[in-house]
């Protein structure tokens, strides 16, 4: 039982890690953001579609009313990678990933509106302490500032993450998270096929490797591996430890391309962080 647990946990610190690069690789990836959403979604297709074949998956959707969250779900996924790998382009890996962690708060904001679970004042003082935090990362107010751009775009990436897991959620839970992750990025790369007509993909070739990498180890290898662990954990637990990735996405961003934090980056994510490991105890009381 105990080699089993740590297995557990294991497999879901490396699915937290593998994940995590995203950070890096979207932001270094030396093409359009559109490219560079399209070419991950149109890969993690192939390899998701490949592991669901062999794990035989069951692909068919039950019921026709599941197409609409299926499809809203999806378009929100596509709003949310864009407006993160802006908000990485604009700033760096610590503000974009720091300021996309904000979604559980805001996630806590929004679920009333899907349930019929009444609002927590508490989520009042949590979302002054992010609010706070999110002011600490971005001192300089003003529109001409990258890193309040990358801060307001991380925000939006949050919101849309938020209303997507509220989506699948509430409506198609009882599918299997592979197979809605190869729905996802399926309708992601078909809405997105014209941006390849108008963007720059010109370094596609030198690029291939970083894509193939986002697309399989972050994408397909780090997302399934994430479905799959959660079934050993409490929704809590899989939050503490997924709070982790901005860490692993700062240290990845030091040692592979020397992007070294500032303290206010320190403090302001601290507070962020602060505010996940705190609703994720209450939500396990």
């Known amino acids: 039982m105990q080699n089993s647990n740590f297995k557990n946990i294991s497999s879901l610190l490396f699915a937290t890690l593998f994940i995590s690069t995203s950070g890096v690789l979207g932001k270094y990836i030396a093409m ?3 490219a560079i959403v399209w070419f991950r979604s149109a890969f993690a297709v192939v ?55 904000t979604f559980p708060i805001i996630t806590a904001f929004l679920e009333p509106l899907f349930s019929k679970s009444k609002f927590d004042p508490v989520y009042i003082f949590l979302g002054i302490l992010v609010l706070t935090g999110l ?16 801060v307001l775009l991380g925000l939006i990436s949050a919101v849309c993450f938020s209303l997507r ?12 998270g592979s197979m809605l992750m190869l729905y996802q990025t399926a309708i992601i790369t078909i809405i997105l096929v014209p941006v390849l007509f108008f963007v720059d993909i010109s370094e596609f070739q030198s690029q291939f490797p970083y894509l193939i990498l986002l697309a399989v180890l972050t994408t397909a290898i780090g997302h399934t591996m994430l479905v799959k662990s959660l079934k050993h954990f409490s929704a809590s637990t899989a939050t503490i430890i997924s709070s982790i990735q901005p860490i692993f996405g700062i240290i990845i961003a030091f040692f ?4 070294v934090p ?9 507070l962020i962080l602060l505010t996940v490991v705190i609703e994720s105890f209450r939500s396990r009381k």
């Not at 592991?51 to 959707?61: E, G, H, R």
């Not at 592979?256 to 992007?259: L, Q």
Request: proline residues 3%; hydrophobic residues 50%.
């Open 256 to 259: 592979v391309v020397n992007e």
């Open 262 to 270: 500032t303290w206010n980056t320190f403090w302001g994510g601290s």
């Open 32 to 34: 359009p953001v559109e």
């Open 135 to 150: 002011y600490i990362l971005a001192p300089e107010f003003t529109l001409e500032s990258d890193e309040l751009k990358g």
């Open 47 to 101: 390899f998701i579609y490949g592991f669901c074949k062999f794990t035989k998956v069951d692909l068919k959707i039950k019921a026709k009313k599941d197409w609409i969250p299926f499809l809203l779900s999806a378009l929100f996924m596509a709003a949310h990678w864009l407006t993160y790998f802006y908000a990485l382009k604009l700033s760096n890996v610590a503000i974009g990933m720091l300021s996309l962690f």
């Open 165 to 176: 897991i509220l989506i699948l959620k509430q409506r198609v839970i009882n599918y299997n």
